[in-house]
């Protein structure tokens, strides 16, 4: 008979389906999304860091910063940065509206989660269409 | 010498660590500010757009400028350090390494921290 417990013994149970199993849902998506926006503002508070360092050494230094803004990488990051925020903001949104114990039915669940991303991607082209225009 | 005593019967009426909430409550509290102080900065950084050095040095260092900037930072490197946390925590499981990555975690929300929080005072105090 087989050794079913004790210690080190790890019997062959059937596990419950892991996240591979499942069609990716929209809501599991944004999920995983925030998670990801939020780790990528951890390193572009670096960024942020280095702005005010710039700002803070004077305009020589202050200028070599701008230059590097100025280049097309540069100008791809913060692209990348000013999405980032502002999806990791609507899903920060979305998930305090399902913290106060609302929004939990699956149409409501589908509606924030598309709203989400579509928000912080009209908001992104406007912060964007501002820039081109030289800013505010 | 192995212990007959369960884990359970270990921990049972010690309650729990009493961080739980804490950590919960801090996060959502600093997640309404970085609603507003993003929205702030991304105002000041269009704001800054093609200013010269001086003008840019004059803003930063405006009161109400330096305070929305130092409370974005305090927030922000909050938020961001027990948001890192929790990721490590989800997915780091060798006591060790999880360890030195949670100290490594603040080390960085600490630098970021200082640094920023620096710069910004020298420009609104420095010469």
Redesign the interface.
């Known amino acids: 008979m087989a050794v079913t417990s004790g210690h080190g013994v790890r019997p062959d149970r059937p596990l419950s389906p892991h996240l591979q199993i499942y069609s990716p849902l929209i809501n599991m998506v944004m999920s995983i999304v925030h ?1 990801m926006t ?2 990528a ?2 390193a572009g ?2 960024l ?2 280095w702005w ?2 710039a ?2 050494t004077g ?1 020589d230094y ?2 070599y910063f701008l230059s590097w803004c100025d280049t097309w990488f540069g100008k791809l990051v913060l692209l990348g940065y ?1 999405w980032v ?1 502002m999806h990791h ?1 609507m899903g ?2 979305r ?2 509206i399902w ?1 106060s114990g609302h929004g939990y039915d699956l149409r409501t669940v589908d509606i924030l989660s598309w709203g989400s991303l579509a928000a912080s991607l009209l908001l992104t082209a406007i ?1 964007w269409v ?2 081109a225009m ?3 | 010498m192995t212990s007959m005593r369960t884990p359970l019967k270990k921990v049972r009426y010690l309650g729990s660590a009493k961080e739980g909430a804490d950590h919960f409550w801090k996060q ?1 509290v600093t ?2 500010a ?2 507003f102080l ?1 929205v702030f ?3 000041l950084i ?5 200013a010269d ?2 003008t ?2 004059q803003k ?1 260092g405006h009161p109400l400028i330096a305070v929305a ?1 130092l409370g974005l930072v305090v927030s ?2 909050v938020h ?1 350090r027990i ?2 946390q929790t ?1 490590i925590e989800d997915y780091v499981h060798d006591e060790g390494l999880k360890v030195a990555a949670l100290v490594l975690n603040t080390f ?1 929300a600490v630098f ?1 921290a200082l ?2 929080l ?3 005072l ?2 609104s105090f ?1 010469a």
């Open positions: 998670r939020g780790a503002l951890y508070s670096l942020l860091a005010l360092i700002a803070a305009p202050y200028n000013t925020l903001m920060g949104v998930h305090l913290d912060v501002c820039v030289g800013g505010i | 959502r997640a309404v970085n609603i993003g900065l991304v105002w269009a704001s800054l757009l093609g050095y001086a840019v040095k930063l900037l922000g490197t961001m948001g890192m990721i960085f970021v640094a920023s620096f710069s910004i020298k420009l420095g």
